[in-house]
């Protein structure tokens, strides 16, 4: 079953009326969401705007989305929820931070932090093609979810 947020991407308001809060965001970033395979942008549960920078909140499934739309923040955001589902972090967290130390290349600077933000940089990097610094990443993530090919 679609979540309600993915319907309000999908612009299907009639069927399955969002508020109208996350219908705005929705729009502003519907775009964007037809590049994040349907069953990911499952897992977000509501939607809220932020100032300036995404957030995720695991433990209630939302994601704040900034005004100004970018599939980057919309795939980090959502690739934040998606590594809550299956021991999905703790299997990367094994596989790319070893004794906490990060190996095999980094898409950037910022998925230096810790596992999770590494995690949602890879992810958003696969969604938007850029995987030049992450092979190996782009490969474990490829095998993880065959429907990012």
């Known amino acids: 079953m679609l979540s309600l947020i993915v319907t309000c991407w999908l612009g299907l308001y009639t069927l399955t009326p969002c508020d109208a809060a996350e ?18 942008l499952a897992t977000v549960r509501c939607l809220y705007r932020t100032a300036f920078r995404g957030e995720a909140n695991l433990s209630t499934g ?7 739309a970018s599939l ?3 795939a980090h955001e959502v690739g934040h929820e998606v590594s809550a589902h299956n021991g999905l972090l703790a299997r ?3 596989r790319f931070w070893p004794g906490g130390v990060q190996v095999d290349g980094v898409p ?22 850029d995987t030049h610094a992450m092979k190996v990443r782009r490969d474990w ?3 993880e979810f065959p429907e990012l090919h």
Do not use: K, Q
Request: glycine share 4%; hydrophobic share 45%; charged share 20%.
């Open 23 to 40: 219908a705005d965001i929705a729009r502003d970033y519907s775009d964007y969401a037809l590049s994040i395979p349907v069953n990911h």
């Open 62 to 68: 939302c994601i704040g989305l900034p005004m100004r």
């Open 72 to 74: 980057y923040m919309l």
């Open 92 to 94: 990367f967290t094994a």
């Open 108 to 129: 950037d600077d910022y998925a230096r932090t810790n596992p999770a933000e590494d995690w949602a940089e890879a992810y958003s990097h696969v969604i938007m093609g």
């Open 141 to 143: 993530l490829l095998r």
